[in-house]
């Protein structure tokens, strides 16, 4: 059978920033600084650090 295996503690690597002109949090690579998603709602990503 498989296990239901879950991520403990928050991703490495990634940050997530606020955008005040979309009202949206978004989310990048920190090695890069390039932003990889946006949020639909206005909740932030679960497991990634704030900046």
Same mark, same amino acid.
């Given at each position: 059978?498989?296990?239901? !295996?879950?991520? &403990?503690?928050? !991703? *490495? *690597?990634? $940050?997530? !920033?606020?955008?005040?002109? &979309? +009202?949206?949090? &978004? +989310?990048? *690579?920190?090695? &890069?600084?390039?932003?990889?998603?946006?949020?639909? $709602?206005? +909740?932030?990503? *679960?497991? !990634?650090?704030?900046?």
């Amino acid at each position: 059978m498989a296990k239901n !295996v879950s991520r &403990t503690g928050s !991703v *490495k *690597k990634r $940050d997530q !920033v606020w955008n005040p002109r &979309t +009202k949206r949090w &978004t +989310k990048r *690579k920190k090695q &890069t600084g390039r932003f990889m998603d946006q949020k639909a $709602d206005k +909740k932030p990503f *679960k497991r !990634v650090r704030k900046k």
